[in-house]
């Protein structure tokens, strides 16, 4: 599947929406590997 991270060229400069993101990436990463472990 895919590789979902935040890296910070992803940062759009207002802090609070910039941490929802990085919440909404890491919750994507961990379904991401969770459907990929079956």
């Not at 992803?10 to 459907?35: C, P, Y």
Request: glycine residues 6%.
């Amino acid at each position: 599947m895919m590789n979902i991270q935040w890296t910070d060229d992803l940062a759009i400069g207002i802090s609070v929406i910039d941490e929802q993101h990085k919440t909404l990436i890491s919750r994507a990463a961990s379904f991401s590997r969770a459907v990929e472990s079956g």
